[in-house]
């Protein structure tokens, strides 16, 4: 019989997806688990067991399984001084502060928005939406609904209100997107140029007629209140009456601007032509002219006034004959303003509406506030202009107008991310775009592209910038993606960093990130399952390792978020008779089990009704000691039996801790092991703090029977010896505990005989 020594010293890979097992002769099997549950991968190598579940709050939701989520919770950072963890619910909002020394209470309700009284997040939506704060106001977007603002009006009071836009002085002008919606050759011609009760009517049908007819209206139409861009004034729609009219206000007259040089003139002739694109006129068309200077020697007095169409050259182009006859031929007119309500097929829609959907997506990005995605226009994207997030007017071009842009790419491709980076990330159904910043230079609407990189296709989870690149979910929504820029390609690329724990990417529902953990500077991405699992991945790209762990409990993760340093969940957990609640809770060192508090009692009985039901088993620790598991009875846990002088315990619930290995193998000079009957004799760890371990179910022993509970036990660190017995086909080790208590381990080296 020969003996090897194969050493594991660190897990770096994680835990590899099963059929990785066969893999012998990588590298990632020799630095890789089959099972690692409630462990973190530590940046030195090794892991160490993951802290308990402080239990915050308790929220008064009623479980319902057929949700994605319930509760969704987001962070909301104000200052350093002032964080906040947004509950975002059915018709809810649950705002908790976080103080300076991170303790969590509830500082606000919001059930109302201050602007129709109607919160439109629900249980349906919250998994969908997508965030951006700055300052004291965080907007939420769903492209079922406007825009919504989160604003934080004082210390604990929050509000809820519905985006607006800008407009100009005299409130003629709303600085929001339009678009040309309707079809190729429909006009739209109104009944006058100023005034109420102004008839629209299109050419062919246009307006929604939603809903049954009522008094010759349509009072569910989507269009009522939608506001139509008619060359540079606007008219607000008040009523439907059919598919091609429709009642409106218009704010300030129907006018057209010409550009500059736009008449021409025949010396000796008093016939003007007249450069308009899309005029929409006929012959004997009346019309107004204004602001308009000499042209081809014509006077402003003979040409500005009531005039009418003498000739329809085409549809950009006609002519008038003027008060006096041109004495050269020659162009100009400077800029006139023509005002008419002739129909015409350049009118637009605002962007943004209960008929057009509303943006899905938002980011702040270079000084602007970026939308993007609606029903309407699902590759549209909208970026205000610079330092004015609430003016989306689009201007005369210059650098710091609002822009707007289109993926544009031939196919349909629902925008459902923008993310600032180094360049702007657009994350779409199908494809990944940039809208780059060239050469340092900020984005202008001269200068804007849009360039597709990849071809994934984002899911609805919200990415997370890790390690300098852009990770989301792709549209198979089980694999997750880095989004980032390579030399070899000159471009972004968008590999997978969940292939080889594929089994524990399931059906995720959101993500977080934490930078800085456990006292060192390391970065976690935590990804929630539909399952009620937790995927922990941790990488480090200079040193080309990256592995997942999986968190459980004994109840179900549903949400996370990420304060600082500071990662906060929300679990359900039946409270022991059989009543599933969902909590708050944060990953607390100071804890060893979850749904823990600290409980104050006397004689070793702790009242904990307002927790656990009467038949709950919980898990009772005294510092360094486990005292084991007891019922609730009567509202109390009762532990006097063990330790009578007993006043003050963590209670909660124990969740399992397993390291599985793959099958210990190793190559010899014949080949390797795998087909050879071979046993794990001898297990050595290096541990560090640990207070409780067992390897292949033999106990590490530290507690003696004649320990006194009153005294502090010292962990043990450094190597420990397990020997084991038995002959298997594919030897594995498995680390696991008894007591709820610490554990850390830094290498594993098994000893097999074959």
Partial sequence: MRKLRVPISNFQFGEVSPSLISRTDSQVYQ?????VENFFLRAEGGIIKRMGLKNIY?????????????????????????RYIVSLENLKIRVFRVDTSFNV????????????????ITHDNIHELTYAQ????MFLAHNTFMVRKLVRTGLTSFQMETKTFDGNSANTLIH???FGFASAGVTLDPSASSGTGITLTTSSAYFDI????????????????????????EIKITSVQSATSATGTVFGNLKRRLTADSFRTTEGVGTVEVTLVGHGLTASDAFTISNASSAGGIAPSNLNGSRTVAEVIDENKFTFTAGANATSATAGGGTPNIETHAPTTEFKEQSYSSLRGFPGAVAFHQNRLWYGGTLGQPDGIWGSKTGTFFNFDIGDAEDNDALDLTTAIGEINTIRHIISNKDLHVFTSTDEFIIPALQGQVTTPTNASIERQTSFGSSFLRPYIYDG???FVDSSGSMVREFIFTDAVNGYTGNSISTLSSHLIKTPVQMAMLSGAIGRAENYLFIVDADGTLAVFNSNRVEKRAGYTQFTSQGSFHSVCVIDTHVYAVVKFDKGDGTNKYFLVEFDNSFNMDLAKTYSGSNGVFSVSSDFANGAVVDVVNGTFYLGSFTVSGGNVDVSSVDSALSSAEIGLKFNVNLITNPIDAQVADGPLTSEPRTVQRVVLDLNNTLSVNVNNNELIIRQVTDDFSLARTPVTGKKEFRLLGFGGDPQVTVSQTAPLSLQINSL???IAF
């Fill in 58 to 82: 308790e929220f008064d939701t009623t479980v319902d399984t057929s949700k994605v989520q319930q509760h969704r919770i987001i962070p909301f950072i104000f200052s350093d001084d002032e």
């Fill in 469 to 471: 690149a852009t990770v």
């Fill in 31 to 35: 630095n890789s688990a089959q099972k």
């Fill in 749 to 751: 080296v098994a000893e």
């Fill in 176 to 178: 929001q997107p339009y």
């Fill in 105 to 120: 209470t509830l500082a606000a309700t919001v059930t109302q928005d201050t602007s129709s009284n109607a919160l439109p």
């Fill in 134 to 137: 700055s300052g004291d106001t």
């Fill in 210 to 233: 939603t809903g049954s007819q009522s008094g010759g209206d349509y009072p569910d139409s989507k269009h009522v209140n939608v506001t139509l861009r008619y060359f540079g004034s």
